[in-house]
């Protein structure tokens, strides 16, 4: 009869504490997540931004480490909650068994303390073991299947997350290899695959280095300002606000997702480089607006550059003179259209930076350059200046000063000291002021169509041992005669536009909507 009462008990007992401790392990996640017991670590922007989150993997945000934002909520914090109510559930155990233990009166050793002891003993066994034993197991069951379902559940969608982050990070970087994206700073001339982005908050600070999917986003990031911004280049590189990577200073919109196309120019002072890419621009500009496209000044420098071009080719004034800095900015040009994105970057230098190699040292952007063009001003040539300054056209225009060799050895000496690898890069000689050159000495002297005949008219002007070493220098070669004051036709032999045709298509650049435009064959097939 004593038995059975006390088997009764013990089950009843003992199925109700493991009722009452699988409630407690079914409350406990939530007392956990939301701060009230045993709390988890929370994977916070700052310890992602310390690396105590996110193991590092080779890319190119590596340099930086994790950008301050916050990450997916699997696996990091997603194992931080877990480890939050297990030990949650550890330390209630733990509470439950001391108590259970203060439950057993041991008044001290000898006769009848120790007798008292005993019975205390028996009493708690029959009476609290049940419950203690009970509720322990309910608590670890709960605890138990909870852990499954989440490591089940989470797993699977952690592995899902693995394999958007893979397939979106392929996108990117096949997308950027077709388009042949980079980012090229006006100002420190600072070359990257990709941009750093400010975030679209404007009382935040933090910069995104990397903007890849992966552990802090796949299709959004959230900021450490709790504001969200697209995960990738592709999708935030046209709203948010670019910085270069190096000096931190803002890049023209949507820099880093489309092609550049770099131009830079050397030449002594009054060579000709800003009447040739102020003609050379404009007509870039009304081929690509002839097709339909776009050709837009992308920053306050280059607006300044066409406006001033506009002025000077559409009234026949003269360029003014560049003025000299140490580190000119560079010009960027979007030109869009239909699919077709890219960017255009002239860097006209002011002549006095190419008087010795000490003066053009800070032109590192020559080192990035695939294509580099020389200007040369035919009337500075010994064989041909006494011809000038004895014609009627004797001042009619400032003639170059200095040796146009000079201005060349002061870039490209700089280049080979320093082991630039020249021969995957192309060299535009480009003789401006081809006009006088045909009023002095005939049309026929220096033919513009043909290339092989300005390389030999400058090598028998004294130029022969520099167009050597030009060639050997360099990995091609390409030579041009320029008008570009006066306005001419677009097929014009001395059209400055040829030059950029050559250009675009040695740097793999050329697009249909540069080439010319044949409105009057179109014209006429219409009317017909
Ligand atoms: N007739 C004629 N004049 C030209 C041509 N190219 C340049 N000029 C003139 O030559 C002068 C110097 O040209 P710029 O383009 O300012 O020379 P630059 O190389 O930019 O000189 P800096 O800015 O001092 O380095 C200007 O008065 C131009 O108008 C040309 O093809 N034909
Ligand atoms: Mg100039
Ligand atoms: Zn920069
Ligand atoms: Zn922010």
Known sequence: MLFATIATWWAASAIIAVAAGALVGIVLPVLSYTGRFSTPAITTPDAVAEGRVLRT?????SRYGWDRAWP?????QGLRDATAVRSGALALGARAVTFARSLWWRPGEGGARTAASVATLVAWVVLVLPVLAGALAGLALSVGAWHLVIALFGGAISAA???????????????????RTTSRCPRCYAVNPTPSYLCTNTGCLVIHRDLTPGPLGIFRRRCACQTTIPATVRTGGQTLVAVCPACSRELPKGSGTRQVMFLPVIGAVASG????????????????????????????????????????????????????????????????QGTVDKEVQLMDAAGEAFADEDRSRALVYFDTADVILLMLDPLALPKVSPLYDASDLAGSVSVADGDPTRAYASVVQRLKAENVDLTDKHLGVVVTKADIVHELMGEDVLDAADGGAVRRWLSSRGLDSFVSTIEDDFGSVGYFAVDSYTQRDQDDPLHPFNVLDWAFHAAGFWIEAMARPEADSE????LK
């Open 57 to 61: 993997f080779p890319g190119s945000g």
């Open 72 to 76: 997916l909520y699997l696996p990091h």
């Open 523 to 526: 014209l006429e097939g219409v």
């Open 161 to 179: 997350q693995s394999i958007g982050i893979g397939v979106r990070r392929a996108i990117e970087a096949t997308l950027r290899t077709q388009r």
């Open 273 to 336: 480089k800003t009447q040739f890419l102020s003609g050379a621009v404009m007509s870039l500009s009304d081929r690509v607006n002839a097709h339909g496209g776009e050709f837009t000044p992308i920053s306050p420098v280059s607006r300044a550059f066409i406006k001033a071009a506009v002025a000077a080719i559409t009234t026949g004034r003269r360029v003014a003179k560049t003025p000299w800095d140490d580190r000119p900015e560079g010009l960027p040009f979007r030109l869009s």
